[in-house]
């Protein structure tokens, strides 16, 4: 027999209703035996997804106040789907125990994980499997950053001892015990990792739409599904915006081979996405894969007349930026100049000194700072063997009356990125995906 983890996210299990799709589809497949579920997220788009819930119980907690007007929400959450399936496990004990750890000051991690626990609790005993806590095999070193080598072991060791588990997503265990969680959207990466513990055959992410689409489904209306995507372009097109896998999600599989299919609870006999090494072998079906984007950049404008002749410029403008804790993103770099691209939040509080800093380490002509840039990525391993990709890009844009401010493209030609003004993103995104996609006959 072999082994399949399902990792499902929040809308996926967000109620009674959906609890009962989930069961329906783990069932259907004796090979899914592993269940990484996420905290219950929105029935409908103005409802709040219980991590919130959670992280405002914390906030509550500590500004001193009493958590319960948002506890009682989460509560009610929790019993809409427990009394709904005739569930048996001790809710109230849990909700309990969790309701007052929150309010002695358990701290935002703990109050966060608890979505995932919980639901994870409910999840197990509706599957009537066991439930494997990752607090004892999902671990975090000093820095913070998972230790792959123990998880791998410890985790790996724990689900050989169990045909059938269910693994919360989202948290794991620091490294004085105390309960750790990834970034927002983090369940992503908790499959990823059971997968690889687990030694499975594939990695299924079910959620709310049929697959990794080839633009933002918020931006273009009903974009193609992507069939098959390599690791290295997924990676690339969540990194920079297509938010529907974690964009660390990809390494621990990568890793282990394993093969990743983004699939969709609500239709659960559409394909969606299969992410892995063979997709590298397929022609994709247009020139470009997908289109990813994301406002809120800044441009960091440096000029210096002979800055090409200049040695360890480059060196001196990246110290400066190293030095106010930023990371960046792009630096896209003339004779005479050189671009540094941050993220704008980044600068808060900063943008004085580290002008000041420029200008002390590389004596410029000038430095300026905009602010309101809207990066978007063009990507596709296809883009290598076309030609012209970037001029239809570019045209694309004109003709949409959009002013690009800056161009990147990576020396792999996986990847072209223009940056535009945050206005002109969701018109940049559709003309772009016109131009490859509503014009461009597939090519299969
Ligand atoms: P889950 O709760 O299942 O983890 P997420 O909300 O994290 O789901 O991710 C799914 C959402 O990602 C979709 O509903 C969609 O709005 C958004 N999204 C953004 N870009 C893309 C894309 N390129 N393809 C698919 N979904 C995308
Ligand atoms: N529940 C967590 C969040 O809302 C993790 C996840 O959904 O993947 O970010
Ligand atoms: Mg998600």
């Known amino acids: 027999m072999g082994i399949k983890v399902a990792k499902f996210g929040g809308s996926s299990l967000a109620s009674a209703e959906q609890f009962r799709k989930v069961k ?10 592993i269940v990484v579920p996420s905290a219950p997220g929105k029935r409908c788009s103005t409802d709040i997804k219980v991590t919130d819930l959670f992280y405002e119980c914390n906030r509550l907690a500590a500004a001193g106040k009493d958590i319960a007007p948002a506890f009682d929400r989460i509560r009610e959450r929790y019993h809409g789907i427990a009394d709904e399936l005739g569930l048996t496990a001790d809710l109230d004990a849990h909700l309990e125990e969790v309701h007052k750890n929150i309010q002695l000051g358990a701290g935002a991690d703990y109050a966060a ?3 995932e626990y919980l639901n994870g609790i409910l999840l197990a005993d509706y599957m009537g499997w066991d439930f494997v806590d990752p607090q004892t095999g999902i671990f975090f070193d000093e820095e913070g950053r998972l230790d792959s080598a123990k998880t791998q072991d410890v985790l790996g060791a724990i689900l050989r001892e169990h045909t059938h588990a269910v693994v919360p997503g989202f948290y794991g265990c620091d490294s004085h015990g105390n309960v750790k969680t990834f970034s927002r959207g983090g369940s992503d990466i908790t499959g990823a990792i059971v997968a690889r513990a687990a030694n499975a055959d594939l990695y299924e992410n079910w959620t709310d739409v049929s697959g990794c689409l080839m633009a933002d489904p918020r931006i273009v209306r009903n974009p193609e599904p992507i069939a098959h995507v390599t690791y290295r372009e997924l990676r690339e ?10 964009e660390d999600a990809i390494f621990p599989v990568r890793i282990a081979g394993i093969p990743t299919n983004i699939r969709n609870t609500n239709d659960p006999t559409a394909p969606g996405t299969v992410i892995g090494y063979e997709a590298e072998e397929r022609d994709s079906k247009y020139t470009i894969t997908g289109i990813a984007g994301h406002k809120n950049f800044a441009i960091i404008n440096v000029e210096k007349a002979m800055m090409n002749a200049e040695l360890g410029f480059g060196r001196r403008l990246l110290q400066a930026i190293e030095e106010q804790g930023i990371s960046f993103e792009h630096m896209p770099s003339g004779i005479d100049t050189m671009c540094v691209v941050v993220h704008e939040d980044a600068l ?6 580290l002008v000041q800093r420029i200008h002390e380490l590389c004596q410029p002509d000038s430095v300026e700072i905009h602010s309101g840039l809207a990066l978007i990525a063009t990507v596709g391993r296809g883009m290598v063997r076309s ?9 694309a844009l004109t003709r949409a009356g959009v002013n690009i401010r800056l161009i990147d493209q990576g020396s792999s030609e996986l990847n072209i990125i223009v940056g535009v003004d945050n206005l002109d993103f969701e018109v940049a995104t559709r003309a772009i995906y016109r131009e490859f996609v509503t014009k461009e006959e597939p090519r299969w």
């Open 113 to 115: 994980s608890r979505g």
């Open 348 to 353: 808060e509080g900063k943008k004085e000194r």
């Open 24 to 33: 329906e589809i783990l069932l259907l497949d004796a090979d899914r035996r």
């Open 387 to 395: 030609k012209g990709t970037s001029a239809r890009i570019f045209n």
């Open 237 to 246: 097109l969540s990194y920079m915006g297509a938010s529907v896998l974690h």
